[in-house]
């Protein structure tokens, strides 16, 4: 059932396994033997990559857009050097699909907003509108409906330098920053990554700044004379038709609004913005937020020198990684806690003694990652303690659920020499998780009950999901912690239990809200439910493996594309990669189906797809930022899932070995 993906080859910084680098078809009697030499490579090939400090991080690639918006904003700053224009453009163009567009996902379809940003940016690093790959990407654009069908944030980006009107944008004012937290569109009502957006951009939005362009774009648009196109009015008896008059009473409102209010509510909005930027300068640990939180304090007579300005803008170089001499790739994120968890579970599935010096290490790193002190989570829960770890190097503000989970999961694999440091670790993060439970008994990522229904409704917020509801694979891997803790009974486990079997799709799957897709849901799901006790025969866990059987590829492995997010038909569907091939076999080890005719082939793929240094090549995205929207390709993903599944079915344990880890604390104080 493989499917067939349009799009252009992988990028440069891609190889293609083939033949000459990866083992020959294998028969069948000789698969353990290929998964314990898969395992050896895999396992070593981890361990070198290793940071002298404990921590693993693999590159977190995106699409063009950060790097557009990276040199527009240097640009609109007048900080732009000849060396990172060249060295981004060139990254940029390896990206351009043949016919002129850019995808948001390799091998994915050409995307409007996309194609228009990284022709812009192009066209400031000096290249011609009469050039071939620009002429090309001009006329894709015009036949996608020109610069008026773009997102609100692209047009955004184009109002700074005065190739859009700003009163064409949809409005947010800044006063919404004084809306109390039980108001309907309260910045808190938005998920944490669209309220650090939101906050600096009504500044913005406020200010309407315009930098002169040193060009014009006529050629992307379908009527330069007439730019933007009058939109139809949904019926005022929907919820897009209130949400369109609500914009035009906040234009009306932009006109009449007192000075003295909206400075003042400007200054509140600075001041959140200052007290939330983190200690190495960055907004969040990720890149749109800084950028936006960089130009409005510098409207607000912010100089660049300026110690919050001069950080911010350190920071963002931060996010750039170079996958080859004179080439620039900008990260939305960077993800080491999330890597060095997953890392250490990989390498404890595949063998590595729990007291390794890499294992002690890493447990180290993780330890003086965690956060003990309120952020944004405790709007909403004040009494709680805190105890999370964030995704990223520093990111105090916004610990999140899901690398919490996993924290806790790696920490009881390895034997610490101070396990009383450990355990309480692991006791004051299981108190904050379980508080984090919302009140329908799942969890979300980063807060508790963020599930208002207005927030997506606003024309403002076209850029992607904005609210974080609880989500399958974040409830699941908390139940999977509690379970590798002996405390799935407890009523907060027992609650996220019984929402996960309410949330099964009919065909046996779990929707994945932050790795794709139904693959990543189920792989996470059945895992989470056998540790906590449904044996093979429970109705879920059958029909999740049934499920799974039914969508493996004719090649032994599994692959989703991101476009089952919007189209079912893809759901299950995609090449073979080997994250969701791991993602796969996890599920069904764990559903006790080791000696089955599709876990063989999956190893088989596995073992075969191998490359020679004990990696695996993966140009495919399988991770999510925003479903539909925003997608991820995670460059560890290919190393440590594989290893996972891999070393559980070599030492046939389908759910890793027995930790070191007991707990302490009673799981329901705090919430």
């Known amino acids: 059932m493989t499917a067939t993906t349009d799009g252009s080859p992988g990028s440069p910084t891609h190889r293609t396994p083939s033949a000459s680098t990866s083992e020959p078809e294998l028969p069948a009697g000789d698969t353990e033997a290929a998964a314990q030499r898969a395992v050896q490579r895999a396992a070593d090939h981890l361990l070198a990559r290793q940071h002298p400090d404990g921590w693993w991080k693999g590159d977190l690639e995106t699409n063009v857009t950060m790097d557009a918006e990276d040199l527009l904003l240097r640009q609109f700053l007048g900080i732009q050097d000849a060396e990172t224009t060249a060295a981004s453009a060139r990254w940029i163009r390896s990206q351009q699909r043949e016919d002129g567009s850019w995808p948001t996902f390799h091998g994915g379809p050409g995307d409007l907003s996309a194609t228009i940003e990284a022709y812009v940016a192009l066209r400031l690093a000096g290249d011609s509108p009469d050039e071939a790959h620009m002429s090309l990407?001009?006329?894709?654009?015009?036949?996608?409906?020109?610069?008026?069908?773009?997102?609100?944030?692209?047009?955004?980006?184009?109002?700074?330098?005065?190739?859009?009107?700003?009163?064409?944008?949809?409005?947010?004012?800044?006063?919404?920053?004084?809306?109390?937290?039980?108001?309907?569109?309260?910045?808190?009502?938005?998920?944490?990554?669209?309220?650090?957006?939101?906050?600096?951009?009504?500044?913005?939005?406020?200010?309407?700044?315009?930098?002169?362009?040193?060009?014009?774009?006529?050629?992307?648009?379908?009527?330069?004379?007439?730019?933007?196109?009058?939109?139809?009015?949904?019926?005022?008896?929907?919820?897009?038709?209130?949400?369109?008059r609500l914009d035009q009473v906040l234009h009306v409102y932009r006109r009449f609004s007192p000075r003295m209010v909206r400075r003042s509510a400007m200054n509140a909005c600075a001041r959140w913005i200052i007290e939330r930027q983190e200690a190495d300068g960055c907004w969040g640990g990720i890149q749109p937020p800084a950028v936006y939180s960089v130009i409005a304090l510098h409207l607000?007579?912010?100089?660049?020198?300026?110690?919050?300005?001069?950080?911010?803008?350190?920071?963002?170089?931060?996010?750039?990684?170079?996958?080859?001499?004179?080439?620039?790739?900008?990260?939305?994120?960077?993800?080491?806690?999330?890597?060095?968890?997953?890392?250490?579970?990989?390498?404890?599935?595949?063998?590595?003694?729990?007291?390794?010096?890499?294992?002690?290490?890493?447990?180290?790193?993780?330890?003086?990652?965690?956060?003990?002190?309120?952020?944004?989570?405790?709007?909403?829960?004040?009494?709680?303690?805190?105890?999370?770890?964030?995704?990223?190097?520093?990111?105090?503000?916004?610990?999140?659920?899901?690398?919490?989970?996993?924290?806790?999961?790696?920490?009881?694999?390895?034997?610490?020499?101070?396990?009383?440091?450990?355990?309480?670790?692991?006791?004051?993060?299981?108190?904050?998780?379980?508080?984090?439970?919302?009140?329908?008994?799942?969890?979300g990522a980063f807060d508790a009950d963020n599930t208002s229904p207005f927030p997506n409704r606003l024309p403002f917020c076209d850029f992607g999901e904005v609210i974080d509801p609880p989500s399958a694979d974040v409830t699941a891997h908390v139940v999977e912690m509690m379970a590798a803790l002996g405390i799935e009974q407890d009523r907060h486990a027992r609650s996220g239990i019984e929402w996960l079997l309410a949330e099964q799709e009919e065909n046996g799957s779990w929707f994945g809200r932050w790795g794709v897709n139904y693959i990543y849901g189920t792989g996470s799901a059945v895992p989470a439910l056998a540790a906590a006790g449904l044996g093979p025969d429970h109705p879920a866990i059958r029909r999740a493996v049934g499920w799974l059987e039914s969508v493996q590829n004719a090649d032994g492995g599994w692959g989703e594309d991101l476009r089952s997010y919007s189209d079912l038909e893809w759901a299950g569907r995609g090449h073979s990669t080997a994250s969701q091939t791991a993602w796969a076999l996890m599920a069904l080890l764990a559903a006790g189906r080791r000696d089955t005719d599709a876990v063989a082939r999956g190893v088989r793929w596995l073992a075969e797809t191998q490359l020679p240094d004990g990696s695996w090549d993966e140009p495919y995205f399988t991770g999510t930022g925003f479903p539909r929207d925003f997608s991820i390709n995670y460059h560890l993903y290919r190393m440590v899932f594989p290893l996972t599944a891999l070393g559980r079915y070599a030492r046939s344990e389908p759910f890793g070995a027995a930790g070191h880890t007991a707990l302490t604390a009673v799981a329901g104080k705090g919430a």
């Open 137 to 244: 990407a001009a006329k894709w654009s015009r036949a996608e409906g020109g610069v008026a069908a773009t997102r609100v944030f692209t047009r955004i980006w184009l109002a700074l330098f005065g190739w859009w009107d700003w009163k064409d944008l949809p409005e947010m004012p800044p006063e919404v920053i004084y809306l109390p937290k039980w108001m309907p569109l309260n910045i808190y009502s938005f998920g944490c990554w669209a309220r650090q957006t939101i906050v600096p951009l009504t500044i913005v939005g406020a200010l309407r700044p315009v930098r002169p362009a040193p060009f014009g774009i006529d050629e992307l648009h379908l009527d330069p004379r007439r730019p933007s196109t009058k939109q139809r009015r949904a019926p005022l008896t929907s919820w897009d038709g209130v949400f369109q």
């Open 300 to 443: 607000l007579g912010y100089e660049l020198d300026h110690p919050v300005l001069k950080a911010g803008l350190e920071s963002l170089d931060r996010f750039a990684v170079w996958p080859q001499d004179g080439v620039r790739m900008i990260e939305a994120c960077q993800s080491p806690v999330w890597d060095t968890c997953l890392a250490t579970i990989a390498l404890a599935d595949a063998g590595v003694p729990a007291d390794h010096p890499a294992m002690i290490k890493a447990a180290d790193w993780l330890l003086d990652e965690q956060i003990t002190r309120p952020g944004d989570w405790s709007v909403q829960r004040p009494e709680l303690p805190p105890g999370g770890w964030a995704f990223e190097f520093h990111n105090d503000n916004y610990p999140d659920i899901d690398d919490t989970a996993e924290v806790v999961l790696a920490l009881r694999r390895v034997a610490h020499p101070d396990q009383a440091r450990v355990d309480t670790a692991v006791d004051r993060a299981v108190r904050w998780t379980v508080g984090m439970q919302s009140k329908n008994g799942a969890w």
